[in-house]
């Protein structure tokens, strides 16, 4: 059984910095993919940055270098480190066991309860 517990989230003002946390079950970050998915108000849940098995990352768009995904393998942990935020980052964060077919991303059924990130301007 999957287990996926995310925390960090908070508020903060635009350009400012969180760094949030997912703690998994077992070893699975190193047996799966690992990703970070958030969904704001109003929009579909969409994926921000991945991390593959082999540790490639992948990134939104969006979130091209201001975010940078991360493991502790040690600790069964990804990371999210936020930064420059921005006030259409508000949503909340969920992470996520994606799988990756050719060079599309997939979520599994495998999720987070959810940390809430806001961002004011």
Known sequence: QVQLVESG???????GSLRLSCVASGSIITTKHMGWYRQGPGNERELVAAI???????YA????GRFTISRD?????VYLQMNNLRPE??????CNTPRLFDTTWYASDYW?????VTVSS
Do not use: E, I, P
């Not at 980052?89 to 969920?94: G, L, R, S």
């Not at 987070?112 to 809430?116: K, L």
């Open 9 to 15: 989230g908070g508020l903060v003002q635009a350009g």
């Open 52 to 58: 593959t098995r082999a540790g490639t990352t992948n």
């Open 61 to 64: 768009d969006s979130v091209k």
């Open 73 to 77: 393998t040690a600790r069964n942990t």
């Open 89 to 94: 980052d508000t949503a909340v964060y969920y």
């Open 112 to 116: 987070g309860q959810g940390t809430q």
